[in-house]
C-alpha cells in the first residue's frame, strides 16, 4: 500500500497560487506568478529530487494537470530526474470535465473520490504524490487520506494570490517529522497527519 503524499509550496502569507510562472495561474487578475524562480539553488532541486526518487504514481488536480501536460512531455531526457517518472508513471486526474486526455499514462477518475483515491492508494508501490493541486488537496485534507505533507515555505509575503489552506479547510493537526532550510532560506518542513487538533487555555487556574 502506498502513502498519499503532498507537496506544496506558499509563500510567508500562505499563498501557493502560480509558483512556477508568471503565466501558470492569473485568476483573480493575479500577476505574480513565478515567485518561487529566485529560490531556485541546489539545496531545493536536491530535495526535490528525493521526493520524486520515491513516487509509485501521480494524482493531480485539472488545473496543475494541465500545466504539467503542457510542458514535461516535451522533456524527453531519459534521465532527467522529474520529467522521467512524470511521463513514465501513472497519472490520475481528479475531474469531472476533462474526457480525453493526451499525456500517455493519464486516467481521469470522478464520483466518489474516497474511494477511488483509497483504492489508488491500495494499489500503488511507492508514494501517491500531488503536487500543487490547491482544491484536490483541501478535498484529500477534509476526508483524511494525506498521509504525509511536505510544506515548503519560501521567504517572499506577496499579499495577494490563492491561499494553499484556504478558510473553510477542514481542521487539522500534523506532527513534524523532518525538515531543513536551503542556502536561499526556503524552508522544508515534513509533517504527517495526526487528527483533528487538540485545544487548551493558558489561563491560570483559579486556585493558582
Same mark, same amino acid.
Given at each position: 500500500? +502506498? /502513502?498519499?503524499?503532498?507537496?506544496?509550496?506558499?509563500?510567508?502569507?500562505?499563498?501557493? @497560487?502560480?509558483?512556477?510562472? !508568471? @503565466?501558470?495561474?492569473? &485568476?483573480?487578475?493575479?500577476?505574480?506568478?513565478?515567485?518561487?524562480? !529566485? =529560490?531556485?539553488?541546489?539545496?531545493?532541486? $536536491?530535495?526535490?529530487?528525493?521526493?520524486?526518487?520515491?513516487?509509485?504514481?501521480?494524482?493531480?488536480?485539472?488545473?496543475?494537470?494541465?500545466?504539467?501536460?503542457?510542458?514535461?512531455? /516535451?522533456?524527453?531526457?531519459?534521465?532527467?530526474?522529474? %520529467?522521467?517518472?512524470?511521463?513514465?508513471? !501513472?497519472? =490520475?486526474? %481528479?475531474?469531472?470535465?476533462?474526457?480525453?486526455?493526451?499525456?500517455?499514462?493519464?486516467?481521469?477518475?470522478?464520483?466518489?473520490?474516497?474511494?477511488?483515491?483509497?483504492?489508488? /492508494?491500495?494499489?500503488?508501490?511507492?508514494?501517491?504524490?500531488?503536487?500543487?493541486?490547491?482544491?484536490?488537496? $483541501?478535498?484529500?485534507?477534509?476526508?483524511?487520506?494525506?498521509?504525509?505533507?511536505?510544506?515548503?515555505?519560501?521567504?517572499?509575503?506577496?499579499?495577494?494570490?490563492? &491561499?494553499?489552506?484556504?478558510? +473553510?479547510?477542514?481542521?487539522?493537526?500534523?506532527?513534524?517529522?523532518?525538515? &531543513?532550510?536551503? %542556502?536561499?532560506?526556503?524552508?522544508? @518542513?515534513? =509533517?504527517?497527519?495526526?487528527? &483533528?487538533?487538540? =485545544?487548551?487555555?493558558?489561563?491560570?487556574?483559579?486556585?493558582?
Amino acid at each position: 500500500m +502506498g /502513502k498519499l503524499v503532498l507537496t506544496s509550496f506558499v509563500t510567508l502569507d500562505g499563498v501557493h @497560487q502560480a509558483p512556477g510562472g !508568471p @503565466q501558470e495561474d492569473t &485568476r483573480d487578475g493575479f500577476e505574480q506568478g513565478g515567485w518561487t524562480v !529566485p =529560490y531556485a539553488d541546489e539545496d531545493f532541486g $536536491r530535495f526535490v529530487n528525493e521526493v520524486f526518487e520515491r513516487v509509485g504514481a501521480f494524482l493531480l488536480g485539472r488545473r496543475t494537470y494541465d500545466i504539467f501536460a503542457a510542458y514535461w512531455p /516535451k522533456v524527453t531526457d531519459p534521465d532527467d530526474p522529474i %520529467a522521467a517518472p512524470l511521463n513514465a508513471l !501513472p497519472k =490520475y486526474v %481528479a475531474s469531472s470535465t476533462l474526457t480525453d486526455p493526451d499525456w500517455a499514462g493519464t486516467t481521469v477518475i470522478g464520483g466518489d473520490l474516497a474511494k477511488e483515491v483509497a483504492d489508488l /492508494k491500495e494499489r500503488t508501490d511507492g508514494e501517491l504524490q500531488v503536487h500543487g493541486s490547491g482544491a484536490l488537496a $483541501r478535498s484529500l485534507l477534509a476526508l483524511g487520506l494525506i498521509d504525509t505533507v511536505h510544506l515548503l515555505t519560501f521567504p517572499v509575503v506577496l499579499g495577494a494570490g490563492r &491561499r494553499l489552506f484556504a478558510e +473553510g479547510t477542514v481542521p487539522t493537526a500534523f506532527r513534524h517529522t523532518g525538515g &531543513r532550510i536551503t %542556502a536561499a532560506g526556503v524552508s522544508i @518542513q515534513t =509533517y504527517d497527519l495526526a487528527g &483533528r487538533p487538540e =485545544y487548551g487555555s493558558y489561563e491560570l487556574p483559579e486556585n493558582a
